[in-house]
């Protein structure tokens, strides 16, 4: 079983950056894909971004040009860059790890973006 812990949440105004980790438990290079969803009150979780073991990204249209999804293997650790945030990126965000068609997730970490 993999576990997955987040960090790097806050509180940030409008323009700001924030940078979000995931650590893993155990050696990420096996792992399949590592991601990052969020959810806002009231509203279904979503994707953010989703990275492969080879490196290849996947970003949401809501975000992309702004956040940026990374891994360092050596570290077992995903991260999401979140440049130019805006109100509306406010959410509680998730690390999610798919190995062996099951899947993975974090407790989540809060992002708040004031205007």
């Known amino acids: 079983q993999v576990q997955l812990v987040e960090s790097g949440g806050g509180k940030v105004q409008a323009g700001g950056s924030l940078r979000l980790s995931c650590a893993a438990s155990e050696s990420i290079f096996s792992i399949n894909v590592m991601g990052w969803y969020r959810q806002a009150p009231g509203k279904q979780r979503e994707l953010v971004a989703t990275i492969f073991t080879g490196g290849s990204t996947n970003y949401a249209d809501a975000v992309t040009g702004r956040f940026t999804i990374s891994r360092d293997n050596a570290k077992n650790t995903v991260y999401l860059q979140m440049n130019s945030l805006k109100p509306e990126d406010t959410a509680v965000y998730y690390c999610?790890?798919?190995?062996?068609?099951?899947?993975?997730w974090g407790q989540g970490t809060q992002v708040t973006v004031s205007s």
């Open positions: 999610n790890a798919v190995r062996f068609r099951t899947n993975y």
